[in-house]
């Protein structure tokens, strides 16, 4: 069976041959502790009895959830739900359903305990190690637990677990497995393996196909980056940062400011649900605000979330264009629900440096506020020069300027207690483009019109030409 998507978050996954799922399941890879459990967690599949998978997400849940699906005797198919609010009804008989339960929202996990009480299906859960879950379905998933500690945590065992590795992809490659030189062994045991088995994967196959024989150290390229675009350029300096306590309570006050809204529509539906009771129509509407409201709460929170995960940027050469197209995209939704346009001017090749995750973020928080902030059916002229300068131009007139001058301004000019300010995204974005070598300001033109500019490191781009 070929995989295939359903709506609302369901895959159905392939199945997996009885051998391969009894290869899958043997130690090393999985710790013999582990290993040892499976025959209870095979008799959980016929009696719907939900198993607990605590694994890394590089140590290859889905393929181990394949192999306990093709031994466990369900007869149904196997069914990933992906998502926070995956749709988790109608599932197909005798189906066992894989779902990560460390990401999912309240609802969501609402309908999982509706769908553990039903037991019409056999639940294969996963979460990361250390995650803890609400009591209640912590307690109703301890049945079974499978736990795969992260590899980096295996160094007694990962000379096994390398050799494993190497026997298989010699396998598929029809040749003999090469030997590992000491001195690259004592290598792999020391790497950290943020990307856990995957990872170590990844490596032992780059330095099969490079290696002249037995692996050495130099063949494993750890810290090599896997495909970087351009040299790294030296760091450009950075505008000095405000202080870290002043920032957190901006940031901190802007998020709790955007989330009042929202609060107020659920708390008004909780107010009136006697009413509401009586009323279908009255009821289907509150519904629909409440879902919206909740939903752009989430979307609030996996944004700063998203900041959070940036980290420390990786300079590279970056062609705006596809960039700022791939931005617009991402943002349509936006957009289109104000009947908000954009016409972006053909120019030169813009190219700065930058790292593109951040970029992407910072584009994308700043396109998203300035949509939220302008007229209705305004159209925006978007240009991008081979200086590095990115301008959003609109004719929103002077109020619209200094509204949007005080949402890009530094966190030291703004006031925490301006009921109208919600400069959260300009925050986000401003300090994600500054964390780049970046900069952002929003300028007043000739006659009504306004430009916030974006202006882009290009020290790579000049040593260049």
Same mark, same amino acid.
């Given at each position: 069976?070929?995989?295939?998507?359903?709506?609302?978050?369901?895959?159905?996954?392939?199945? /997996?041959?009885?051998?391969?799922?009894?290869?899958?399941?043997?130690?090393?890879?999985?710790?013999?502790?582990?290993?040892?459990?499976?025959?209870?967690?095979?008799?959980?599949?016929?009696?719907?009895?939900?198993?607990?998978?605590?694994?890394?997400?590089?140590?290859?849940?889905?393929?181990?959830?394949?192999?306990?699906?093709?031994?466990?005797?369900?007869?149904?198919?196997?069914?990933?739900?992906?998502?926070?609010?995956?749709?988790?009804?109608?599932?197909?008989?005798?189906?066992?359903?894989?779902?990560?339960?460390?990401?999912?929202?309240?609802?969501?996990?609402?309908?999982?305990?509706?769908?553990? #009480?039903?037991? +019409?299906?056999?639940?294969?859960?996963?979460?990361?190690?250390?995650?803890?879950?609400?009591?209640? /379905?912590?307690?109703?998933?301890?049945?079974?637990?499978?736990?795969?500690?992260?590899?980096?945590?295996?160094?007694?065992?990962?000379?096994?677990?390398?050799?494993?590795? !190497?026997?298989? $992809? +010699?396998?598929?490659?029809?040749?003999?497995?090469?030997?590992?030189?000491?001195?690259?062994?004592?290598?792999?045991?020391?790497?950290?393996?943020?990307?856990? !088995?995957?990872?170590?994967?990844?490596?032992?196959?780059?330095?099969?196909?490079?290696?002249?024989? #037995?692996?050495?150290?130099?063949?494993?390229?750890?810290?090599?980056?896997?495909?970087?675009?351009?040299?790294?350029?030296?760091?450009?300096?950075?505008?000095?940062?405000?202080?870290?306590?002043?920032?957190?309570?901006?940031?901190?006050?802007?998020?709790?400011?955007? /989330?009042?809204?929202? *609060?107020?529509?659920?708390?008004?539906?909780?107010?009136?649900?006697?009413? !509401? $009771?009586?009323?279908?129509?009255?009821?289907?509407?509150?519904?629909?605000?409440?879902?919206?409201?909740?939903?752009? *709460?989430?979307?609030?929170?996996?944004?700063? !979330?998203?900041?959070?995960?940036?980290?420390?940027?990786?300079?590279?050469?970056?062609?705006?264009?596809?960039?700022?197209?791939?931005?617009?995209?991402?943002?349509?939704?936006?957009?289109?629900?104000?009947?908000?346009?954009?016409?972006?001017?053909?120019?030169?090749?813009?190219?700065?440096?930058?790292?593109?995750?951040? /970029?992407?973020?910072?584009?994308?928080?700043?396109?998203?506020?300035?949509?939220?902030?302008?007229?209705?059916?305004?159209?925006?002229?978007?240009?991008?020069?081979?200086?590095?300068?990115?301008?959003?131009?609109?004719?929103?007139?002077?109020?619209?300027?200094?509204?949007?001058?005080?949402?890009?301004?530094?966190?030291?000019?703004?006031?925490? +207690?301006?009921?109208? $300010?919600?400069?959260?995204?300009?925050?986000?974005?401003?300090?994600?483009?500054?964390?780049?070598?970046?900069?952002?300001?929003?300028?007043?033109?000739?006659?009504?019109?306004?430009?916030?500019?974006?202006?882009?490191?290009?020290?790579?781009?000049?040593?260049?030409?």
């Amino acid at each position: 069976m070929s995989t295939r998507s359903e709506p609302h978050g369901r895959t159905l996954l392939p199945d /997996l041959a009885a051998e391969a799922a009894v290869t899958v399941l043997a130690s090393p890879r999985l710790p013999a502790a582990t290993a040892a459990r499976l025959p209870l967690a095979r008799r959980a599949g016929p009696a719907a009895v939900p198993v607990l998978l605590a694994a890394p997400a590089g140590a290859s849940r889905v393929l181990i959830a394949r192999a306990l699906h093709a031994l466990a005797g369900r007869g149904g198919p196997l069914v990933a739900a992906t998502g926070r609010r995956p749709r988790l009804d109608a599932l197909p008989p005798l189906a066992t359903l894989y779902l990560d339960v460390g990401v999912l929202a309240p609802e969501a996990l609402l309908a999982l305990e509706a769908v553990l #009480d039903d037991a +019409a299906v056999w639940l294969l859960a996963t979460i990361e190690p250390g995650v803890e879950l609400p009591a209640a /379905l912590g307690a109703r998933l301890g049945a079974v637990v499978l736990d795969v500690p992260p590899l980096a945590a295996r160094g007694v065992e990962l000379p096994a677990i390398a050799a494993d590795v !190497l026997a298989r $992809l +010699a396998r598929r490659a029809g040749t003999t497995p090469p030997g590992i030189a000491a001195s690259a062994l004592e290598r792999l045991t020391a790497h950290a393996w943020p990307g856990d !088995l995957a990872e170590l994967e990844a490596t032992l196959a780059r330095a099969m196909l490079v290696a002249d024989g #037995d692996i050495a150290e130099a063949d494993l390229a750890l810290d090599v980056a896997l495909a970087p675009a351009v040299p790294a350029p030296p760091p450009s300096p950075s505008p000095p940062a405000p202080a870290a306590g002043a920032e957190l309570e901006f940031l901190l006050a802007e998020l709790a400011h955007e /989330l009042r809204n929202p *609060m107020v529509t659920i708390k008004t539906y909780a107010h009136h649900l006697p009413a !509401l $009771l009586e009323d279908a129509e009255l009821r289907a509407r509150f519904e629909t605000l409440t879902n919206e409201a909740i939903d752009r *709460m989430d979307g609030l929170l996996e944004n700063v !979330l998203a900041f959070a995960r940036l980290g420390v940027p990786r300079r590279e050469a970056v062609e705006v264009g596809p960039l700022i197209a791939r931005v617009l995209a991402d943002v349509e939704p936006e957009l289109a629900g104000r009947a908000v346009r954009v016409q972006q001017t053909a120019g030169p090749t813009a190219v700065c440096a930058a790292d593109p995750e951040h /970029l992407a973020y910072a584009l994308r928080n700043l396109f998203a506020g300035v949509a939220r902030e302008v007229p209705a059916q305004e159209r925006l002229a978007l240009e991008a020069t081979a200086n590095g300068v990115v301008t959003l131009r609109f004719a929103a007139g002077a109020g619209a300027a200094d509204r949007l001058r005080r949402l890009a301004a530094p966190g030291d000019s703004a006031s925490l +207690a301006d009921p109208t $300010l919600h400069p959260l995204a300009f925050r986000l974005a401003r300090a994600v483009l500054e964390r780049n070598g970046g900069a952002l300001t929003v300028v007043p033109e000739a006659g009504d019109a306004t430009s916030v500019v974006i202006r882009l490191p290009t020290a790579y781009a000049e040593e260049r030409r």
